[in-house]
């Protein structure tokens, strides 16, 4: 079946720092990728997502690309604020929205 | 985030006990999905409804569990006689409409306990 295999968190990194988050995925056919993000105290909401192979996902000055030669949709930023300071979650879909398959999520947090 | 509430945010149950976890949509939205997180894992689907409508129960543990949509009020999910390993976190998630990704919209989450 299908399945997300997400980088391991916890992640703590420093203000202004380089970020990258690792998503690799096993799936059939041709799935649509995502990223959401769960503030605090908050639901998961999309960050950004890219449907088919080579497609770059970006928003909020995070960048995401489809790679299928090497299964992967890989979270970067350039620079990362304490805002950011959030869990990740990478997940595919092959069906829609009811069949989303999730990633077991990063915690990243930023120290100023 | 676009307002979907679910109640309780915690939720500690003993063995054997039932577990009601409640979700209000968006306004307006007639889709609902419930998602569970085991611990050390990723969301995982359960079932999808639409208004008073099992759509899609593919991801539901055959026993103990049901979920219901009705026409009036929240959607509810149902965990009869808990046992430990229900222990997880609940996750329902709402949409206008079936299939379009950008208008998913997630709560907070039940964080269900069984002692």
């Known amino acids: 079946g299908d399945s997300v295999t997400q980088m391991e968190g916890p992640v703590t990194l420093s203000e202004e720092a380089f970020l990258t988050i690792n998503c690799t995925y096993t799936?059939?056919?041709?799935?649509?990728l995502f990223w959401y993000v769960q503030y605090p105290g908050e639901g998961l909401q999309l960050l950004l997502k890219a449907t088919k192979a080579d497609d770059k996902g970006s928003n909020k000055g995070f960048e995401a690309t489809y790679r299928k030669e090497t299964t992967s949709f890989h979270l970067e930023k350039g620079s990362v604020q304490v805002s950011d300071s959030a869990v990740y979650f990478c997940?595919?879909?092959?069906?829609?929205?009811?069949?989303?398959?999730f990633g077991t999520g990063t915690r990243l947090t930023i120290i100023p | 985030n676009a307002g979907v509430m679910q109640n309780p945010r915690h939720l500690v149950r003993r063995r054997g006990q039932e577990a009601r976890l409640r979700c209000s949509p968006v306004?307006?939205?007639?889709?609902v999905y419930w998602y569970r997180q085991l611990p050390e894992e990723g969301l995982k689907f359960m079932v999808y409804?639409?208004?008073?409508?099992?759509?899609?129960e593919s991801g539901m543990p055959k026993e103990r569990f049901s979920a219901e949509f009705p026409k009036e009020g929240p959607s509810i999910l149902r965990i009869q006689q808990v046992v430990r390993g229900d222990s997880a976190a609940y996750f329902c998630?709402?949409?206008?409409?079936?299939?379009?990704?950008?208008?998913?919209?997630f709560g907070s989450g039940t964080q269900l306990s069984v002692l």
């Open positions: 998630a709402s949409s206008p409409l079936a299939g379009i990704d950008e208008k998913l919209f």
């Open positions: 409804l639409q208004k008073e409508n099992i759509i899609d």
């Open positions: 997940a595919l879909s092959n069906f829609g929205n009811e069949k989303l398959t």
């Open positions: 799936a059939t056919g041709y799935p649509s």
């Open positions: 306004k307006g939205h007639s889709h």
